[in-house]
């Protein structure tokens, strides 16, 4: 009586260790955002347009910066996607144009203002 008390404790206790160390290896669905309600932000960020001057090209970072009419400074990321339009129609034709009328449509993303399209015009700040 006593062995077979023991051999069922030792088989209950050996499965449950089986079934205890199968169980995190289950995998779990993969949980969707809800789609967004009219109240909500979208996921997307929405774009932005900022005016100003141009006042500093640094094509090795692929980064501009504007200062726009309140005096407030802007830096601006591009990529090969952001679209250039105006002076020479690159960046490379942004450098030695500092004052040039800018507006830059970009996406605000994790703290980086993503441009997607920059517009520059041929008339220039007066100084």
């Given at each position: ?100 009328r800018?507006?830059?449509t ?22």
């Open positions: 009586m006593k062995r077979k008390l023991t051999v069922t404790t030792v088989g209950t206790a050996f499965l449950l260790s089986f079934c205890l160390t199968a169980f995190p290896q289950d995998s779990t669905p993969q949980q969707t955002p809800p789609p967004a309600t009219p109240g909500q932000e979208s996921p997307v960020p929405a774009e932005k347009s900022f005016e100003g001057h141009l006042t500093k090209v640094n094509v090795a970072a692929r980064i501009i910066t504007v200062k726009g009419d309140a005096d407030k400074e802007m830096m601006f990321v591009y990529n090969e996607q952001t679209e250039m339009t105006g002076v020479e129609n690159t960046p490379q034709g942004l450098i030695g144009k500092t004052g040039t800018m507006k830059v970009y996406k605000e993303s994790r703290g980086i203002n993503l441009a997607t399209k920059i517009e520059g015009s041929q008339t220039e700040q007066k100084q």
